[in-house]
């Protein structure tokens, strides 16, 4: 079945550094790719999304390639600041049928002044 | 527009009661999934409807049940509450498409005690 596999946290970084947070997923066919956030106490926000190979998606500074030789997407932001600090998911949805996302367990990011 | 929106926000039970959580969809979305945080984990995938039909169902007993109105509003019913129950219960919409980006809701947050 599906699965996605991220690199598991807590990460914690200074304020400005760079930020990567490795995804790495298992799906036939060609799943849509996605990270979601979660600021505490909160649902799950979209941050970006791909839906076929070498899409890259953005946003607020926030990147992620699709790749498919690599079956990866991860996640990269060049300078990361305090209100970055949540918990970041990077999801699957199938290519055919049912589309449930598939999650993974998610990475906590802390990011200090 | 309004989001999704879900309710209640908050909700206390005792073992072996029943509860009901409610969902309202994106106006023009036809499609709602139900899934369940626990507490440091990624979401899981419990229904998801279409069009008032059950599209997909995840790997949860049958004392968890769904269903969708004609207005595709919907409500996650669990019965016979265990601990292990308690949870952050997420509803997410989207048009319905295959690979269609789904949009969470805040989140109900159940206590079973």
């Known amino acids: 079945g599906n699965s996605v596999t991220q690199m598991e946290g807590p990460v914690t970084l200074s304020e400005e550094a760079f930020l990567t947070i490795n995804c790495t997923y298992t799906?036939?066919?060609?799943?849509?790719l996605f990270w979601y956030v979660q600021y505490p106490g909160e649902g799950l926000q979209l941050l970006l999304k791909a839906t076929k190979a070498d899409d890259k998606g953005s946003n607020k500074g926030f990147e992620a390639t699709y790749r498919k030789e690599t079956t990866s997407f991860h996640l990269e932001k060049g300078s990361v600041q305090v209100s970055d600090s949540a918990v970041y998911f990077c999801a699957l949805s199938g290519s055919s049928g049912n589309t449930p996302l598939v999650f993974g367990k998610g990475t906590r990011l802390s990011v200090i002044a | 527009d309004a989001g999704v929106t879900q309710s209640p926000t908050h909700l206390i039970k005792t073992r072996g009661q029943h509860v009901t959580l409610r969902c309202s969809p994106i106006?023009?979305?036809?499609?709602v999934s139900w899934y369940q945080q626990v507490l440091g984990q990624g979401p899981q995938f419990i229904f998801q409807?279409?069009?008032?039909?059950?599209?997909g169902r995840g790997n949860f007993p049958d004392r968890f049940s769904a269903r969708q109105f004609p207005n595709y509003s919907s409500e996650l019913n669990v019965n016979a509450l265990l601990l292990g129950d308690s949870a952050l219960y997420l509803c997410a919409s989207s048009l319905g498409g295959v690979g269609e980006t789904q949009y969470f809701g805040p989140g109900t947050r159940l206590l079973v005690l």
């Open positions: 409807y279409y069009e008032k039909e059950e599209r």
């Open positions: 106006s023009g979305h036809k499609s």
């Open positions: 799906a036939t066919g060609y799943p849509s």
